[in-house]
């Protein structure tokens, strides 16, 4: 049993920085990928980057609106995936969920990913 939990939500004014993170228990991030979405108010959930490992290295894709300012790292001694929010915007605020994949692969779409967190509230003042 694979659970996902996300953490690091709040509220921050416009500018500012979060850092959420993503621990998976019954799982290592070795050779999965670990992707983020967000769900703003009122709209569907979407994309905002991925990150994947395997025996050849990591690969990491972001959402081309949030390249610069969002990164994805990893704890290997945590087992704990980040999530670096910085610059933040009001357009920012969502719910923003960690998936965990069950392969290693850039992975965007919401269906390739089998295990979800329950979602951490970023809330961005202007």
């Known amino acids: 049993q694979v659970q996902v939990v996300e953490s690091g939500g709040g509220l921050v004014q416009a500018g500012g920085s979060l850092r959420l993170s993503c621990a998976a228990s019954?799982?290592?991030?070795?050779?999965?990928?670990v992707g983020w979405f967000r769900q703003p108010p009122g709209k569907e959930r979407e994309f905002v980057a991925v990150?994947?490992?395997?025996?050849?290295?990591?690969?990491?894709y972001y959402v081309d609106s949030l390249k610069g300012r969002f990164t994805i790292s990893r704890d290997n001694a945590k087992n704990t995936v980040y999530l670096q929010m910085n610059s933040l915007k009001p357009e920012d605020t969502a719910v923003y969920y960690c998936?965990?994949?069950?392969?290693?692969?850039?992975?965007?779409?919401?269906?390739?990913?089998?295990?979800w967190g329950q979602g951490t509230q970023v809330t961005v003042s202007s």
């Open positions: 990150a994947s490992w395997s025996w050849t290295g990591s690969t990491t």
């Open positions: 998936a965990v994949a069950t392969d290693s692969g850039i992975y965007t779409q919401a269906y390739d990913y089998g295990y």
């Open positions: 019954g799982r290592t991030f070795n050779r999965y990928a």
